[in-house]
């Protein structure tokens, strides 16, 4: 009985490393997309300033 909890320990440890690693990935991807749009927003804003457009 023990050795099938040390296996199933092992098994839920590995399951929560590969979430969190998962976990990771995905905050990394959201912050590089959230960043990509903000760059887009400047971008957008310097070219509305150019051609004499209001910032709404």
Known sequence: ??????YLALAQTRLALA???RSQMLDRLATEALQRGEERMRLAHSLAA???MARR
Do not use: E, H, S, T
């Open 1 to 6: 009985m023990r050795l099938i909890f040390g």
């Open 50 to 52: 150019r051609c004499g």
């Open 19 to 21: 979430d969190l690693a």
